[in-house]
C-alpha cells in the first residue's frame, strides 16, 4: 500500500489556512455518571436513563453529559411479584422502550441465587417528570420462572423488528438467553408463538456458564446479540474479582442462529469479544444498544479502578463495518468528532507496549505511552456524519531529539506521519499537534495508528476530526440535538425550539460569506450560530423568504456572514417553525450564474444508481474499463460520451472527472438531481484532453454540464 510524504501532508494543511483550538475545544473529562445494568432511550429533548437496584430512578439529559435526577419511579413495589419471588428486595435490570406513542420499562424481580423470577412492565406516555402524559402505571405480569426451570426471567430487553414484530430476550447462567415473542399491544408474551427460543448459551466450565444481560439491535438485515459475560459486581476492596466483559453474535433472523466473527454459534459457546477490562476500566459489560437520531448507542457500566473503584456508566457509539459487524467506539466524554486513543483496541506486539499513562496535562487525564514496536497497533472506530475532506488534529509528545513516525491508515489507505520533537514527554499544549488530511465516508470509519520504528518515538494523546468545510454542509450531516429527526428520505427535519451540531467545522477553507439554504416549509427562521445553542448568531434566514426550486424546495437567501477564522462548532437554531421544517444543504457561496439552454450545453445525467453518470441520448453508455480513471482502482467506473459532446466524465469513489475534448474557454457545471448548482468551474485557454475535478461529493445523483 502507497505511503504518502510529509510534504504532501504539510501541502494540504496549508491549502486550508492555519488551524487552532482553544483548550476548551479538546480537553475532556469523564463526568462518572454512576449506575450499574443501564438501560437508555432517545426521546425529542434528550434521553432518559434508568439502573438497577434503586426502584428505577430516573435521570435525564440533554447531552449526556449534565445529568438530572428524578428519583425512584417505583416507590413501592407491586404485590403481585411476590407470588413469584416471594423474597424479592428489589427490582433489577430495567430496559427503557418506546411503544409507539408509550414508553415502557420492563423491569424483573426474583430471589437472589435461584430461578424464583419474574419480569413485568410498567408505562407512561412521558419521560420527563412534571411534563404531559408523565406517570407510571404498572402493568403487571409478563413471564416468570420457577426453581426447577434450566433458564431465569431476569434481565428483560425488549427489540422491534423492520416488520413490526416484538421480542423480548432475558436470561442469564443455565440455558443462557431465551428469547420470546411479545404483543405490540398489549406488551405481554404473544399468543402465536409461545415458543422460548434458546439463543445463546456458554459450555465454558471455567466459566460456570457465565452469560446473562442480553441486548439486541437490527441493524441492515442482521439482528446483532450483545451479552455479558463472566463474573460481575465486584467493586470497592473486591474489584480485582470482577472479570465482566461484552460478546456479541450476528443472525439473518430475530430466533437466530447467531454467529460470532468466527462461526461459531452462540448457543454452542461462541461469541466476539467486543469491550473488556482495560487501563483502569475494569468490567465492561451489562450494557445494551439503543437507537438515536442517526446512530446506534451502548449504554453500559464499568468499575473505576483508579477512582472510587465502584460503578459507572459510558455511552458510546456502534460502529459497523462495510460487512455489517459491529465494533466498539469511543465512550462519549462531550465532543462527538474526537477519539481518546487509549479507548482504542490495543494490540500490542510486546508486553509493556501502548502502557496506559496518567498526565494532568493529557485529555481526560490519560495518554498511551511507549508506541514502539512493529506490530503494536490502536484501532479507533468512528462514526463520522458527514462524507467529505478532514484533518486529523494528532496531538502527540515526543521528548526526544529526532523525528518519530506513525503510520496513520484510514479506512485502509494509508500515511506516513512525521511527529517532530515537542520537547517534553507526556506533556501535550496546544503546539504539540500535527494535522493529518483524510477523505472520511458517512457512517463507519477506522483509524489504525502503527508506529515505524527508527531511533525516536512519540506518545499520543488524543485525534480530533476537523471537518474542511469550502462551500456545503449538508443538513443531515449533522452530530446531534434535539428536537430533530431524519425524516424517511435522510434529511434534517427540525421542530420550534430544536437546534442540530456541527463540530469541528474549519472556517478559514469557507469560500464565500453569502450563506444560502435549502428548505421545505415556509415559516419561521433558521439562524446559523457559533459555539452553542445560544451563541452568537452569524447568519440568519428567514424561511418566508424562500424562493422556490425543484422538488418542493425553497431556496433562501440568508444574511451574509462576517468572515470566520479557526475551528468553531455551529449550531443551526429554529425559531417561529408551525410544525416541522426541513433543511437540506447549507451553503456558502454566491448566488450561482444561470445556464443558458441552448444546443450548445452538452450534459450528462445521471442514472438511477447513486453516484454513478450516464448520458442523457441513447448513444450514451457505461464503459466498465478503467481508461478515464486510476489504473490502481479496482472500482472506478468510467462513463463515457460521443466525442461529438465535446467531453467525458468518469467517477472514482467520491469524485467526479470531467475530460475537456476541445481547445478554448469552458464552464463546467456540476447540478445534483434538484437540478441545483453544487459546483463551477471555469477553464481559460484549455487544451484539448485538460481535466477538472469535482471532489469529496457525497452519495447521490449528479448533472454535469459543458458551456
Known amino acids: ?146 426453581a426447577t426451570d434450566k433458564y431465569n426471567a431476569i434481565d428483560a430487553d425488549v427489540i422491534k423488528t423492520s416488520n413490526g414484530e416484538y421480542w423480548m430476550a432475558f436470561g442469564s447462567f443455565g440455558l443462557g438467553i431465551q428469547l420470546i415473542k411479545l404483543n405490540g399491544s398489549t406488551g405481554y408474551q404473544a399468543s402465536d408463538d409461545k415458543n422460548v427460543y434458546n439463543i445463546a448459551r456458554r459450555t465454558s466450565t471455567a466459566s460456570g456458564g457465565a452469560v446473562e444481560g442480553p441486548s439486541l439491535i437490527e441493524h441492515d438485515g442482521k439482528f446483532f446479540l450483545f451479552t455479558a459475560w463472566d463474573k460481575c459486581c465486584q467493586q470497592g476492596a473486591n474489584i480485582e474479582q470482577t472479570t465482566y466483559k461484552t460478546a456479541m453474535g450476528r443472525a439473518d433472523k430475530v430466533t437466530g442462529p447467531y454467529y460470532d466473527r468466527a462461526g461459531k454459534d452462540l448457543a454452542t459457546g461462541g461469541g466476539t469479544i467486543l469491550l473488556e477490562r482495560y487501563g483502569r476500566y475494569v468490567g465492561p459489560g451489562g450494557g445494551e444498544p439503543f437507537q438515536d437520531i442517526n446512530r446506534i448507542r451502548f449504554v453500559h457500566h464499568y468499575y473505576d479502578n483508579n477512582g472510587d473503584k465502584y460503578n459507572h456508566i459510558h455511552i458510546r457509539d456502534v460502529v459497523f463495518t462495510d460487512d455489517n459487524w459491529a465494533e466498539m467506539g469511543q465512550p462519549f466524554l462531550g465532543r462527538y468528532l474526537s477519539a481518546e486513543v487509549e479507548h482504542g483496541v490495543l494490540t500490542r506486539a510486546v508486553s509493556g507496549d501502548l502502557a496506559i499513562t496518567r498526565s494532568t496535562t493529557a485529555s481526560n487525564g490519560e495518554y498511551l505511552a511507549y508506541i514502539n514496536t512493529k506490530g503494536t497497533k490502536i484501532h479507533l472506530p468512528m462514526n463520522i456524519p458527514q462524507a467529505g475532506e ?229 448513444s450514451s453508455v457505461i464503459s466498465g474499463n478503467d481508461e478515464e480513471s486510476s489504473s490502481s482502482s479496482t472500482d472506478a467506473i468510467a462513463v463515457t460520451a460521443p466525442a461529438a459532446r465535446g467531453f467525458t466524465v468518469s467517477r472514482m469513489g467520491n469524485t467526479y472527472s470531467v475530460r475537456l475534448n476541445s481547445a478554448g474557454n469552458h464552464n463546467v457545471y456540476l447540478l445534483n438531481s434538484m437540478g441545483q448548482v453544487v459546483g463551477v468551474r471555469n477553464v481559460r485557454n484549455a487544451i484539448a484532453g485538460t481535466e477538472v475535478r469535482f471532489e469529496n461529493l457525497p452519495r447521490g445523483n449528479f448533472i454535469v454540464k459543458v458551456k
Open 1 to 146: 500500500m502507497r505511503l504518502l510524504k510529509t510534504n504532501v501532508l504539510m501541502a494540504a494543511f496549508l491549502s486550508v489556512g492555519a488551524v487552532s483550538a482553544s483548550a476548551a475545544d479538546w480537553y475532556a473529562k469523564d463526568n462518572l455518571q454512576p449506575g450499574h445494568d443501564p438501560s437508555m432511550v432517545r426521546f425529542e429533548d434528550g434521553y432518559a436513563l434508568m439502573t438497577t437496584n434503586n426502584q428505577l430512578s430516573l435521570w435525564t439529559s440533554e447531552d449526556m453529559v449534565g445529568w438530572k435526577a428524578h428519583g425512584k419511579t417505583m416507590t413501592t413495589f407491586p404485590r403481585w411479584i411476590y407470588t413469584y419471588a416471594p423474597t424479592m428486595e428489589d427490582v433489577w435490570a430495567p430496559d427503557i422502550y418506546k411503544f409507539d406513542d408509550k414508553y415502557r420499562v420492563y423491569y424483573c424481580g426474583s430471589v437472589f441465587g435461584k430461578r424464583t423470577s419474574a419480569i413485568g412492565y410498567t408505562e407512561s406516555s412521558s419521560m420527563v417528570p412534571g411534563t404531559a402524559g408523565y406517570g407510571w402505571t404498572d402493568k403487571g405480569h409478563v413471564f416468570h420462572t420457577v
Open 390 to 618: 478532514y484533518l486529523l488534529r494528532y496531538r502527540y509528545a515526543n521528548g526526544g531529539t529526532g523525528t518519530a513516525t506513525h503510520s496513520v491508515s484510514v479506512n485502509g489507505k494509508e500515511q506516513v506521519v512525521r511527529l517532530p520533537p515537542t520537547g517534553s514527554w507526556g506533556t501535550f499544549p496546544e503546539k504539540s499537534v500535527v494535522m493529518i488530511p483524510a477523505t472520511l465516508k458517512r457512517g463507519g470509519n477506522f483509524i489504525d495508528i502503527s508506529p515505524i520504528p527508527n531511533d525516536y518515538f512519540s506518545e499520543l494523546d488524543r485525534i480530533d476530526f476537523l471537518r474542511v468545510i469550502r462551500d456545503t454542509i449538508p443538513g443531515n450531516g449533522f452530530d446531534n440535538g434535539i428536537r430533530i429527526r431524519l425524516d424517511a428520505n435522510d434529511q434534517l427535519a427540525m421542530k420550534d425550539g430544536g437546534y442540530a451540531i456541527y463540530e469541528n467545522v474549519v472556517t478559514d477553507s469557507i469560500k464565500s460569506n453569502d450563506v444560502r439554504l435549502m428548505v421545505k416549509g415556509a415559516s419561521g427562521k433558521i439562524a446559523l450560530r457559533t459555539g452553542s445553542k445560544s451563541g452568537t448568531v452569524i447568519s440568519e434566514c428567514d424561511l418566508s423568504k424562500g424562493v422556490a426550486t425543484a422538488g418542493g424546495w425553497s431556496e433562501v437567501t440568508c444574511s451574509a456572514m462576517a468572515s470566520q477564522k479557526g475551528v468553531q462548532d455551529f449550531f443551526l437554531t429554529a425559531s417561529g417553525v408551525s410544525g416541522e421544517v426541513v433543511v437540506g444543504n447549507l451553503m456558502f457561496k454566491a448566488p450561482e450564474p444561470v445556464i443558458p439552454s441552448s444546443s450548445s450545453v452538452a450534459e450528462s445525467s445521471s442514472s438511477s444508481l447513486p453516484g454513478e453518470v450516464e448520458g442523457t441520448s441513447s
